[in-house]
């Protein structure tokens, strides 16, 4: 395994950041960008502010990858979604994942979103790579043509599958939380989606399920005033007919 550098030297090479690939489909895209903003929506709520959550980028594990890579292109994209811990800068903008600017970190969590091109890749060289070179923790994957999610954890240099808790969902050691699957819609397609849940099994909101949240919050808060108000004044009427007021 090569090593990463550690000092930030130019490089003799350009970068590559995009493979001219475009993405399987709709649901693809719009999965990729739910996932992301769940996984820093759960952060938040957890209080941590050194985790970095993105995907469809490339990851660089060293600079004689990134070599290889400028020299003859990707074999492949990076991860459709990842997230790391233990770093600095998690606001930053970012056009790939380079582990020799980011402290020598890789994805502690990845999941792949499988479609009949790529399935044969996730299941073989990328999980490989995964387990022998990121050493990332956890790997998930899920195939929407058959709805099948999968995980799993990282023991002894190989991957281990997780058993499927209730309703088929997923722990998470590194989040703290499940995986599983969700149907609903988002913006105005439905359709079955990768989730994270709480615990308790209640689902880490989007943000316009807390701006959904916070209405209904307000309107139980105006209705139980409007109800106070209402006996108040029954409550004085009843006085004044007994001329106590």
Known sequence: MSQPISALAPLPFELVYDDGEPLESDWHVMQHAFLRELLHQAMVEQG???TYAGGNMFVYHSVEQARE?????????????????????????????ISWEEGGHLPDLIVELLSPSTAHIDRGVKKDLY??????SEYYM???????????????????????GDQGRLWSRQLGLFLGLWHGFRE????????L???????????????????????????RAEAAEAELARLRALLEGRGQV
């Open 69 to 97: 890579v400028a020299a003859k292109g990707p074999p492949f994209r990076g991860p459709d979604v990842f997230w790391v811990t233990g770093i600095d800068e998690p606001g930053r903008l970012r056009k790939a994942w």
């Open 188 to 195: 105005d397609k439905e359709a079955d989606w990768v989730r």
């Open 142 to 164: 899920y195939e929407p043509e058959t709805r099948k999610l999968e995980g799993f954890w990282l023991a002894g240099g190989a991957y281990q599958p997780m058993a499927p």
């Open 131 to 136: 387990a022998r070179v990121f050493r990332t």
């Open 48 to 50: 941590r502010t050194d």
């Open 197 to 223: 849940y709480r615990p308790d099994g209640t689902l880490v909101p989007a943000q316009e399920e807390r701006a959904e949240a916070a209405l209904e919050r307000a309107e139980a808060e105006r209705q």
